[in-house]
């Protein structure tokens, strides 16, 4: 089993930055794709970022290409967002997600093995 805890969320005004840390409970992190997911309230979960266990290679959701940018610190068994340039329209629960075998970084959530609780985000116009 593998816990996943999100933390750096909150409240900020369009424009402006947050950091979102997830540290996962089990070394197995440093070999699983890690990823970024977010809902909105009454939308479906839709993929923001992802990268390989080697931290190597990155994938990212069109609507969030150039602001965010994900990075991982397997010593620390954490995974990092960074969001930049936020919009209103990025407001949602943001939550981490590992795959224990995959090699690549993927977006389809279905794949993922393990979720965190979320983290909510709110960028208020």
């Known amino acids: 089993q593998v816990q996943l805890v999100e933390s750096g969320g909150g409240l900020v005004q369009a424009g402006g930055s947050l950091r979102l840390s997830c540290v996962a409970s089990?070394?197995?992190?440093?070999?699983?794709?890690m990823a970024w997911f977010r809902q909105a309230p009454g939308k479906e979960r839709e993929f923001v970022a992802a990268?390989?266990?080697?931290?190597?290679?990155?994938n990212y959701a069109d609507s969030v290409k150039d602001r965010f940018t994900i990075s991982r610190d397997n010593a620390k068994n954490t995974v990092y967002l960074r969001m930049n340039s936020l919009k209103p329209e990025d407001t949602a629960v943001y939550y981490c997600?590992?795959?224990?075998?995959?090699?690549?970084?993927?977006?389809?959530?279905?794949?993922?093995?393990?979720w965190g609780q979320g983290t909510q985000v709110t960028v208020s116009s």
């Open positions: 997600a590992a795959d224990l075998y995959a090699s690549g970084p993927h977006s389809d959530y279905v794949g993922y093995d393990y």
């Open positions: 089990r070394r197995t992190f440093s070999t699983s794709t």
């Open positions: 990268i390989t266990r080697s931290g190597l290679s990155r």
